[in-house]
């Protein structure tokens, strides 16, 4: 008897190229076409605000003497204070976006594609050492309790080159620009990471605060 | 329900909890403690390793009084730190309390330490004269034949890849040793392995003939089975302590999350010696490391291990064979 399932041998290469297909689409760094780097005017314009802020930030700086390795961390602490201030006068009324502008949406859709690629192992991993915040305020230190999750070192290959004094950095679902030696949030991109994700990647972020 | 009731399960569910956190063990008597058996060569480098120390609380200061006790019979020049230096605030009093008052008696010594950045520290710890790290977040030094390359894996920028590239070609010292916070394979429960780091740092360490990476992050001692001709040691239970996390799989050779621990390392000519010591100075295990595969002792490297205690898993069930090169056994 002929089995009811039996497929003919166009339907059975039609399966395997469906097969394929889904496989290929699996978000799997194996199979899954890498995010290109950010470029073009969006680009262009966004690390041209970048240096701006390191324009404005290296002549606000300018009248504090240069910090050296010390003994002391009081002096360590100090100086911190005294930059971030200094920085912080110099942008009275900066605002979310200022630094991000226009090129936000691009960087937003840059990190979820990066995101959706990682296995659900390292989106686990990543979730856990998310602090969980809401979104930092411009000009606002880094809050000092809180961890500095480590950033991805692909995406960093796929975002635009920041200048030395400057970092990217995940609070929560948040994305910051953070000045370095003032702990100063420079901008924010807010909740660019999507949810939880998946199963297995759930956060637990009360949980891990601190660990 | 009666008075008596209530305090009776009250009094269950704390016997519970403490059964289920574990006591604290106790410190072994001073007769009882392990004394360092490594080896001590006239011209060896001599240091030990540390992570997750920064928590200013008693396991930090108890693994610091038997790293001091340790000296004694192995008198080690440097300390290498691997991360979360100072937990939660970092105020002059934070730099005391989490670091300058554990290890005072160690700098009164004039050893040194060199840190490396964990995702606790703010990277302005660079600038601390203490820390060694001459104001920059990744660094190199040379000690006697090994030159050992401190990165700050929380943010590992194409600029930090280039100049390590560019370091381990121009290093002439036998022994390459990578030291920083996220470790590349870890069996932890909690974080695991950084996959995207090992993505980017591995190719480079198989390369350029980094032998041996050191890391913490995970709060217990982990020694991973070679990668790629690569040994990876975990060891960031130092001061915090995640009980019971590592996962025993294929990577597991050894490991030990029970209680805190700290690590003491000899190199001398074309070995590597540790021993890996707990909070309370039992010896967790021992072993050694050959420069390269090519020149293993017959006797074997790193399988020598001392038999699985409690609260450890290992690979290293076997009886430690004569060690190469008159090195007293640990076992």
């Not at chain 1, 395997?16 to 496989?23: D, N, P, T």
């Not at chain 1, 602490?77 to 942008?91: G, L, T």
Request: hydrophobic letters at 40%.
């Amino acid at each position: 008897m002929k089995c009811p399932f039996a497929l003919s041998k166009r339907g059975a290469a039609a399966a395997v190229w469906i097969s394929w297909l889904m496989l290929a689409g699996a978000p799997t760094r194996a199979f899954a076409a890498a995010p290109a780097p950010l470029q073009g005017a969006v680009a262009k314009q966004f690390v041209q605000r970048t240096r701006s802020y390191g324009e404005l930030r290296k002549s606000a700086v300018a009248g504090l003497p240069k910090l050296v390795e010390t003994p002391s961390p009081v002096e360590i602490s100090a100086r911190e204070k005294a930059v971030a201030e200094a920085i912080r006068a110099r942008r009275a009324g900066a605002k979310r976006g200022d630094v991000f502008g226009d090129a936000g949406p691009a960087i937003q859709a840059l990190v979820r594609a990066d995101w959706s690629q990682r296995p659900s192992a390292e989106r686990k991993a990543a979730w856990a050492e998310l602090p969980p915040v809401s979104a930092p305020a411009v000009n606002a230190p880094y809050p000092p309790t809180l961890p500095l999750a480590t950033f991805p070192p692909e995406l960093l290959t796929l975002l635009p080159q920041l200048p030395k004094s400057m970092e990217y950095r995940f609070a929560g679902p948040h994305l910051i620009l953070r000045d370095v030696d003032a702990n100063l949030v420079v901008d924010v991109l807010p909740d660019v990471l999507p949810g939880p994700g998946p199963a297995g990647a759930t956060p637990r972020l009360g949980q891990d605060a601190g660990k | 329900m009666s008075r008596a009731g209530a305090r009776a399960i009250a009094l269950a569910a704390l016997a519970a909890v403490a059964v289920a956190c574990g006591p604290a063990a106790q410190i072994l008597p001073p007769e009882l403690r392990h004394v360092v058996a490594l080896p001590r060569f006239d011209n060896s480098i001599q240091f030990a390793v540390i992570g997750d120390t920064g928590t200013g609380n008693l396991p930090q200061y108890q693994v610091a009084e038997r790293m001091v006790e340790a000296r004694e019979n192995f008198p080690f020049e440097f300390v290498i730190m691997l991360g979360d230096n100072l937990y939660g605030l970092e105020r002059p009093v934070d730099y005391e309390r989490k670091f300058a008052v554990p290890y005072a008696k160690l700098l009164d010594e004039k050893v040194e330490f060199y840190a490396s950045l964990g995702n606790h520290d703010n990277p302005n710890q660079r600038f601390y004269e203490n820390f060694h790290m001459g104001g920059e977040r990744y660094y190199a030094f040379s000690k006697g034949p090994a030159r050992f390359f401190a990165l700050d894996s929380n943010y590992m920028t194409e600029e930090q890849v280039a100049w390590l590239i560019r370091e381990l070609k121009a290093t002439r010292q036998p022994w390459k040793i990578a030291f920083f916070h996220h470790p590349l394979y870890s069996s932890g429960g909690f974080h695991g392995s950084s996959l995207g780091l090992r993505e980017r740092l591995e190719p480079i360490f198989v390369k350029y003939g980094v032998r041996v990476v050191f890391s913490g992050h995970e709060h217990f001692y982990e020694r991973i089975k070679p990668q790629h001709g690569v040994y990876y040691f975990i060891a960031g239970g130092s001061a915090r302590l995640r009980r019971n996390d590592i996962n025993s799989d294929e990577l597991t050779a050894a490991g030990f999350d029970t209680d805190n621990s700290f690590m003491l390392v000899e190199i001398e000519d074309d070995e590597l010696y540790f021993e890996t010591i707990s909070r309370t100075g039992e010896l967790v295990e021992s072993g050694e490391i050959a420069r390269s595969d090519e020149k293993a002792p017959e006797t074997g490297t790193t399988e020598q291990l001392a038999p699985a205690k409690r609260g450890q898993s290992g690979t290293g069930a076997k009886e430690r064979p004569a060690p190469a090169r008159g090195a007293a056994s640990g076992s």
